[in-house]
């Protein structure tokens, strides 16, 4: 077991007997203390480090410090926060959640807090080792059950990186029989417009490449739909689309990530609620035996996307936001002549927080509308093809 464990020290949480010198090295960095004290007011500091002090294990740090921590931010940053489907989560094995991805930081940590509330084991969390910007964050976000996708390697380097982070997935699920989340594809869907990456079933299938449709079974898929009534880095994201179009060559900085990150973690988001599809073991199934290994990743991203959209929770704002980009009125009837006017002075408020050269007011209020409805569309669409 501790061979296992060895091998992929590199990117596992961190493990149990290396928690409390892991706190020790937070709480001597300057930065840390600089971010957690915005987050744990007003208890005092001291009082915060005593408490942290007595995590002696990952269980007891999501539980003291990460639990009371962000049931405070769910009280301020939401009206209501729910999860169904539970049924759908298989009994007495581990799982791969794979869902739609909205909120960078929040998506997965809304996911654990509804685990605790429910009494499961908390799931293993998928992160970008491009959010790692400084080694305190890595250190904090793996002592958080987070694991590291190596994202910053060569081309060279991408098959051994891909092929290491299968077997510690597939390691997670099978041989330990914990659950891990993973987001359907890198960074977040900007347009709402949510398609599972075919390479990331991919990867999921290097661990035996010779049976891409049993190693996929083995993860016991279940995918999950998350959906925020609204989205505090919604006017960010529109930003970027006008950036990107008048310069196809603009990336994003660390410093848009970290405001990304901030405005998504402090931002009011209204109702959010995380639904659970069916597992896709039976689905996969279904596949014949004599499709080829593209074709099949292709199926299966399929029936994720299936589940994924039939499961959206929708709020007036995103059916005001579909009859607007159909120029229709199909759901006048889900909202009232109030909601619509709330929906346009929502929609110009935060075009208004937008600061930049040249700034197209109706482009970014046509992508606004498009991140609120293109849901909606996705959800009619698969109940069109399968005769809803």
């Known amino acids: 077991m501790t061979e296992t464990i060895n091998r992929f020290n590199d990117i596992s949480p961190i493990p149990d007997n290396e928690v409390s010198q892991t706190i020790e090295r937070l709480l001597a960095n300057t930065y840390f203390r600089r971010a957690a004290e915005s987050f744990i007011k007003p208890l005092p500091w001291e009082q915060f480090v005593e408490m942290i002090r007595q995590c002696r294990t990952k269980y007891d740090f999501q539980l003291h410090i990460i639990y009371p921590a962000m049931k405070q931010l769910i009280a301020r940053t939401t009206t209501e926060m729910s999860g169904t489907g539970w049924e759908n989560i298989p009994e007495g094995k581990g799982c791969l959640f794979i869902s739609n991805h909205r909120d960078i930081v929040l998506d997965a940590a809304f996911l654990n807090i509804l685990m605790f509330d429910q009494k499961r084991p908390t799931t293993e969390i998928a992160i970008g080792d491009n959010l790692l910007i400084y080694p305190w964050i890595e250190e904090l976000v793996r002592l958080n059950k987070s694991f590291i996708v190596k994202r910053g390697v060569s081309v060279r380097q991408m098959l051994e990186v891909s092929k290491h982070l299968s077997d510690y997935i597939h390691d997670t699920v099978n041989r330990r029989a914990e659950s891990a989340w993973i987001a359907q594809r890198e960074g977040r869907a900007k347009d709402s417009n949510d398609k599972t990456q075919v390479s990331l079933l991919k990867m999921l299938t290097l661990h035996d490449s010779s049976a891409p449709g049993q190693e996929l079974q083995s993860l016991h898929i279940v995918p999950l739909s998350i959906s925020y009534e609204l989205d505090p880095c919604d006017y960010l994201k529109a930003k ?3 950036l990107k179009r008048d310069n196809p060559q603009y990336k994003k900085t660390e410093a848009d990530d970290i405001e990304n990150m901030y405005i998504g973690i402090t931002g009011f988001k209204g109702h959010v609620t995380f639904r659970f599809g069916n597992c896709i073991d039976n689905a996969i199934n279904t596949i014949p035996e004599t499709t080829g290994r593209n074709e099949l990743l292709e199926e299966v991203a399929s029936l994720i996307d299936r589940e994924i959209y039939l499961n959206y929770t929708f709020f007036p704002f995103n059916y005001v936001a579909y009859d607007l980009m159909t120029g229709s009125g199909r759901f006048s009837s889900q909202y009232t002549d109030e909601e619509r006017l709330k929906f346009n002075t929502y929609l110009q408020g935060q075009i208004n927080k937008i600061d930049i050269p040249n ?22 669409d698969v109940k069109q093809v399968i005769g809803q």
């Open 240 to 242: 970027e689309f006008q």
């Open 359 to 380: 700034r197209d007011d109706d482009f970014l209020r046509m992508k606004l509308i498009e991140m609120y409805g293109n849901t909606v569309k996705n959800n009619l």
